[in-house]
């Protein structure tokens, strides 16, 4: 089973208009950790927001916030504000604590589109 | 300035041949990471290091070998076992994971095309 789904390849959002993107993820061990990553076309990865398993309130950082369900296993970034430099490849990823090690699993990506 | 830096940022290889792919961290981290990029893809792990003289295969560690000597350089070399290595590849570093302190600091990547 894969242990991060991201269901939408591509999404579309008018500049300055909110838009979320979906992370669905699967894991037994109760402490762990979910990562958003945003990699513009230049390929690298830059970090946007981090969600710790037994963290009680959404993060949020900036323009970026997390919509974290534990219940049904959802960490779903919500962008605000769109901006055109928000067009790029978004990444959700996890860390168990059980592996000892800071491995991550990285879900397929969305690629964002924010249109003028 | 602190951060990841890896070379080259395009390598061509003839198949048949070995390849080096160099990472190199001034941010003091311990551990260290090697992650494959095919298109349209997520990361996948190669081989991860949590410290020197020490390093662990990922998920998809066949064809590729890796050494770490000092803290700072963690290269990654494509053998020719590898029957698909044209891919992304990306190296990162963190510190021990706690929380957020987990975060993984990425490089610019290197991109490798198999002739």
């Known amino acids: 089973a894969q242990k991060i789904t991201q269901t939408q390849p591509g999404m579309f959002v008018q500049e300055k208009e909110a838009v979320t993107l979906d992370c669905t993820y699967d894991?037994?061990?109760?402490?762990?950790?979910l990562f958003w990553y945003k990699q513009p076309s230049s390929g690298e990865m830059i970090f946007l927001i981090y969600q710790g398993s037994y963290d009680q309130q959404n993060a949020t950082e900036g323009r970026y916030s997390l919509n974290f369900q534990k219940a049904r296993k959802s960490a779903n970034l919500v962008i605000s504000a769109s901006q055109l430099g928000d067009s790029a490849m978004y990444f959700c990823?996890?860390?168990?604590?059980?592996?000892?090690?800071?491995?991550?699993?990285f879900g397929t990506g969305t690629r964002l589109t924010v249109i003028p | 300035d602190g951060g990841i830096t890896q070379s080259p940022k395009y390598l061509f290889r003839k198949e048949g041949q070995n390849v080096t792919l160099s990472c190199e961290q001034n941010?003091?981290?311990?551990?260290m990471y090697w992650y494959r990029q095919d298109p349209g893809q997520g990361l996948r792990l190669i081989y991860y290091s949590q410290i020197v003289n020490d390093f662990q295969k990922g998920d998809i560690a066949e064809g590729y070998s890796v050494s770490r000597e000092k803290k700072e350089s963690f290269p990654l070399t494509v053998t020719s076992a590898q029957k698909n290595p044209t891919a992304f590849y990306l190296c990162?570093?963190?510190?021990?994971?706690?929380?957020?302190?987990?975060?993984?600091?990425f490089g610019p990547g290197t991109r490798l095309t198999v002739l």
């Open positions: 894991t037994s061990d109760p402490s762990y950790g």
């Open positions: 990162a570093s963190s510190i021990q994971p706690s929380g957020r302190a987990g975060e993984q600091f």
């Open positions: 990823a996890m860390r168990e604590a059980q592996t000892g090690a800071n491995n991550l699993f």
């Open positions: 941010l003091n981290h311990d551990a």
